[in-house]
């Protein structure tokens, strides 16, 4: 079968036994940086020292195929340089070779920086979405934040410090500067760093520069402000007065406020009769 386990994110005493017993046990590890798997082995005092083959964003569609096959006849454990598998890391394309192939794909869980950051920022977390990485360039991810600025889940996104600042500031364009957020840094490391509050305060912050490895946290959107029903109705008769049907303007005006279309028709028919009168 195929193994994802998850590793430290930071601090080495996150290794699960379950974790430790597989890297004893394993023949074979697919992993994001082999140079990190060694030194991962050295740092946990494991004898064991298994095949190691390199699975990175460069080459995982290629080897996948391979690697499935592979795993038919033993256990493959799959590594990341920190964290989950597949989680804005390697190993989606093999797993879904894997199940395409009828491969048994199983997972020893552990850290995560995603519900970590979660769980530290202060914000709600009985519905969340993790974003991963932002786009680079400002078009692209402007056009990201615009699709995320109604979403009402808290957010989770991961950054590279070095952008931080910018993608900050772009949060704060398209959600609002008074959007609360954290910057989760470091997290579960001995400079370990919680930055909560404003995302147009935390924009200024990074804009001093921010170094370590990064995780961004935004409250959603909240509640929409209340339809004006009158002047929802007023707009009805607006698209009807230049030929929009009534029943269709009712459609239109309702998809835009949220209100029942029914409800709109109907009181478009009783104000325009009122007025004939």
């Known amino acids: 079968m195929i193994i994802l386990a998850a590793t430290p994110i930071g601090n080495l005493g996150d290794a699960s036994t379950r974790l430790r017993q597989a890297l004893e046990d394993a023949e074979t590890v697919a992993s994001e940086?082999?140079?990190?798997?060694?030194?991962?082995l050295a740092a946990l005092g494991i004898a064991?020292?298994?095949?190691?083959?390199a699975l990175h964003e460069h080459n995982e569609r290629a080897r996948a195929a391979d690697l499935v096959e592979l795993a038919r006849d033993g256990d493959l454990l799959v590594l990341s340089d920190a964290g989950m598998p597949t989680v804005s890391d390697p190993g989606f394309p093999l797993v879904q070779a894997a199940v395409e192939a009828g491969v048994e794909v199983t997972a020893i869980p552990g850290p995560s920086a995603v519900v970590t950051a979660l769980a530290v920022s202060g914000l709600p977390t009985d519905r969340f979405a993790f974003e991963g990485?932002?786009?680079r360039k400002q078009g692209e991810r402007m056009r990201r934040l615009a699709e995320l600025a109604g979403d009402r889940r808290t957010l989770v996104f991961f950054e590279a410090p070095s952008r931080l600042a910018a993608s900050l500031a772009?949060?704060?364009?398209?959600f609002g500067p008074d959007r609360s957020?954290?910057?989760?840094?470091?997290?579960t490391?001995?400079?370990e760093e919680v930055?909560?509050?404003?995302?147009?305060e935390l924009a200024e912050w990074a804009a001093g520069g921010v170094r370590g490895e990064i995780c961004i946290v935004v409250g959603g959107a909240g509640e929409p402000p209340a339809a004006d029903a009158d002047a929802a109705v007023a707009r009805v008769l607006e698209l009807a007065a230049s030929g929009t049907r009534l029943k269709e303007a009712a459609g239109?005006?309702?998809?835009?406020?949220?209100?029942g279309k029914r409800d709109l028709y109907e009181a478009a028919l009783e104000r325009r009769a009122a007025r004939s009168q």
């Open 189 to 191: 490391k001995l400079h």
């Open 195 to 200: 930055r909560r509050g404003p995302l147009g």
């Open 133 to 135: 990485f932002l786009p």
């Open 252 to 259: 239109l005006v309702a998809a835009e406020t949220g209100l």
């Open 48 to 53: 064991n020292r298994p095949r190691l083959i």
């Open 33 to 40: 940086d082999t140079r990190v798997t060694q030194r991962l």
């Open 181 to 187: 957020a954290a910057v989760c840094r470091e997290l």
């Open 170 to 174: 772009s949060l704060a364009e398209a």
